[in-house]
């Protein structure tokens, strides 16, 4: 098997790099590995490669390199797949390196390709291949970014796993991209065993390593360190590392008097030959995943004293066995930490001892044999069928077919409502097709009645209970016209429940439910000049004599106020409503007003909507056009009755002199008032006699062409 890892730079240092390496050379034994930088602006790597891995470098920033892209003017473009904003790699991304990693990918002979940051993951969803592609994610969840967040649920549907360093964080994961339909799961970092003899435990060195910058907290530890000084005059704290913060932390050495007992080292590439010269290691850090180095000293026979932050260090340390756990930003239980285990050898040889067995868990060679196992339960899934046909019976049921693979025994529809808090699951059985009907062919089917699907947006999964694995449905053939014939009735309470397919601009599948015990349908909307009138149809109750329509202000309640209604035939009801009522009752320039149903006096109101029929974006589709007052009380005014994005029917007035209407097309007579205030009195008069005598307003049309 061939496996490809995508890095941003293996020839920097950090522990996503050195990770990278680890796994890659333990998965070297069996495989045949390549690692890909995107880019390149050193001649030797710091962390070396097994001589079996191949390597790639898409951008060179050498200068004395003969491949130099320094000068290729699109190292300098924006990036049109990367997320905008990219965390720490922002600044790395271009134009140029999306175009070679798509070349790359386009001709790589790769089985499985991982990629080791999310800007990254989101190029390997979005070009996709016809290999295996897995995200790993070393951070956490929470410190993605809204643009990395967002770009990476949209490329993540055609990944086929998100891999956690960190077993708690994944269950953050599955919530933030389980609606993907992407197998989130966590699998930790590999570190190898310090080669060589054990730290000592009388060297009276304490040491910490890492990115010299604010999240790492050394203010902190340098405070901490600080006040236990003076008890402890040989001891030494060293910090590896380097960054922006350095010249800040060098200055408060100096101010705290400690150059000779705290000491900035610099970045090291060989941290495996300055841990066993410690007899103490740090981590003061607000933000840690799953922290190498933490795992490193303890592979060393290191005590580690280390905030417990995020989920990674809680993890790795038991809290007095293998090190201690403070709060983050805790100095006084930090120097507390180190004061314990300063004045006591016999505690940190045997914390020590336990830290090197904690630490023999994360040997690359298990993590690889992990990523084996998912390599093949991704290669099953995919296995799974793809796509579904689907129809809509005459009593709106909801049936998929699809293929049902002989290696998979039951094969289930699970519906995932992923707006729910927690998310809802719902399965049907897929039905194996009958002798001499299509060959290995399958059918499950979603009752209208019943009470089979909540209210909401769900998602469409094909599942394999055996293996616990799901693939998300794309659309086939299907067929929905009954869903231009279906009322809202029921044989059973509730009183409406309509099923709506719904496929989304990717092709995936879903279903729109809607269930209410009252509904008031608006079946059809008609205007005229100075009104418009509602009809529709009542379930779950009757209309009589007392009914009547309510216009609720959506900003004021007050200004509210009720209509007549005319009772029809089969549960109809019809009102009418002069839009002058509300232009003359809106209490600001942009009012929303929603209508309702009130079935009897002294009945719930309900609310009118329109859900029936085979399409869910009811606002996208009726566009109605504006009824237009030249004169009230406020000047000319737009009234326009609308869909919600719940579909449900409302009503805009607005005020056409104010600046929010002058960006609608529909509002004219609004944009001609905004302009001629400017001028004089007389060239307004006359500007407008002008324009209204070359483009006469239409008003009260009922012609949507003409407006």
Not at 16 to 44: G, P
Not at 375 to 391: M, N, Q, V, Y
Not at 412 to 435: H, K
């Amino acid at each position: 098997m061939k496996i490809s890892f995508l890095i941003h730079n293996r020839y920097a240092i950090g522990g996503v790099i050195k990770s990278t390496v680890n796994l890659a050379n333990a998965l070297a034994h069996h495989h045949q590995v390549e690692v890909v930088s995107m880019l390149r602006d050193r001649e030797r790597a710091q962390f070396p490669l097994d001589p079996r891995v191949t390597t790639v470098d898409l951008v060179d920033l050498r200068e004395t390199s003969p491949h130099f892209d320094g000068h290729d003017p699109r190292l300098h473009m924006p990036v049109r797949i990367f997320p905008v904003k990219d965390g720490m790699r922002t600044k790395d991304n271009s134009r140029l390196a999306e175009l070679r990693l798509a070349e790359y990918l386009s001709a790589t002979s790769a089985d499985v390709v991982i990629s080791c940051h999310p800007g990254i993951a989101v190029c390997l969803g979005r070009l996709g291949g016809n290999f295996l592609k897995i995200a790993q994610i070393h951070q956490a969840s929470y410190s993605l970014g809204a643009s990395q967040r967002q770009a990476l649920l949209e490329a993540a549907r055609n990944l086929d796993a998100l891999v956690s360093v960190s077993s708690e964080d994944s269950a953050n994961l599955r919530n933030m991209f389980g609606e993907s339909g992407v197998l989130v799961t966590a699998i930790p970092n590999g570190v190898p065993p310090l080669p060589g003899r054990l730290c000592d435990h009388d060297s009276n060195t304490v040491i910490a390593a890492g990115r010299l910058d604010e999240d790492k907290r050394y203010d902190r530890l340098i405070r901490a360190f600080a006040a236990v000084a003076g008890e402890f005059p040989d001891w030494r704290l060293r910090i590896y590392g380097r960054g922006a913060e350095r010249a800040t932390l060098d200055t408060l050495i100096g101010e705290l008097g400690l150059h000779d007992q705290i000491l900035l080292m610099g970045a090291s590439g060989h941290m495996d030959m300055e841990w066993p010269k410690g007899a103490i290691a740090v981590s003061a850090s607000a933000s840690e995943c799953l922290p190498m180095n933490i795992i490193e000293a303890m592979s060393g026979g290191l005590p580690v004293i280390s905030t417990d932050c995020d989920y990674g260090p809680r993890e790795i340390i038991t809290h007095g066995s293998d090190g201690l756990l403070i709060p983050v930003d805790d100095t006084e239980a930090l120097s507390s930490a180190l004061r314990a285990l300063m004045k006591d050898p016999v505690r940190r040889a045997l914390m020590g001892a336990t830290a090197r067995l904690s630490a023999a868990r994360y040997v690359p060679q298990k993590a690889a044999h992990r990523y084996e196992a998912l390599f093949e339960t991704l290669a099953i899934g995919r296995e799974l069928p793809a796509t579904a046909s689907w129809t809509v019976s005459r009593q709106g049921d909801v049936a998929l077919t699809t293929d049902h693979p002989s290696q998979f025994s039951d094969l289930q529809l699970v519906c995932v409502n992923t707006a729910a808090t927690p998310q809802v699951e719902i399965s049907f059985p897929f039905i194996p097709a009958t002798q001499g009907s299509e060959e290995n062919s399958c059918t499950a089917v979603i009752p209208r009645d019943g009470h089979s699907l909540p209210e909401g947006n769900w998602d469409l999964y094909v599942a394999s209970p055996d293996t616990q694995l799901r693939r998300r449905l794309s659309t086939g053939h299907y067929d929905n016209r009954n869903l231009m014939k279906i009322t809202g009735s029921c044989e059973t309470d509730p009183a409406l429940h309509a099923l709506v397919p719904v496929v989304h601009p990717d092709e995936t599948l879903a279903l729109r439910s809607w269930v209410r015990h009252t509904h008031a349908e608006a079946e059809h909307i008609r205007l005229d000049e100075d009104s418009f009138t509602v009809q529709g149809r009542l379930w779950g109750t009757e209309c009589t004599e007392s009914s009547e329509a309510q216009l609720v202000g959506r900003e004021h309640e007050e200004i509210g106020f009720s209509l007549p209604v005319t009772r029809l035939p089969e549960g109809g009801f019809r009102f009418t409503v002069p839009v002058r009522i509300p232009a003359h009752r809106r209490a600001v320039e942009h009012d929303r007003w929603d209508l309702y149903l009130v079935p009897d006096q002294g009945a719930t109101p309900v609310r009118i909507a329109r859900l029936l029929g085979d399409y869910t974006d009811k606002k996208r589709v009726h566009n109605y056009p504006p009824i237009i007052l030249r004169k009230t009380k406020r000047g000319p005014v737009r009234v326009r009755p609308f869909f919600t994005v719940g579909n449900e029917l409302s009503m805009n007035v607005v005020n056409l002199g104010s600046a929010k209407s002058t960006a609608d097309p529909c509002g004219s007579v609004g944009y001609l008032s905004a302009v001629v205030r400017r001028p004089s009195k007389a060239f307004r008069d006359f500007f407008q006699r002008m324009v209204q005598r070359r483009w006469p307003l239409p008003v009260g049309s009922r012609d949507i062409s003409s407006v």
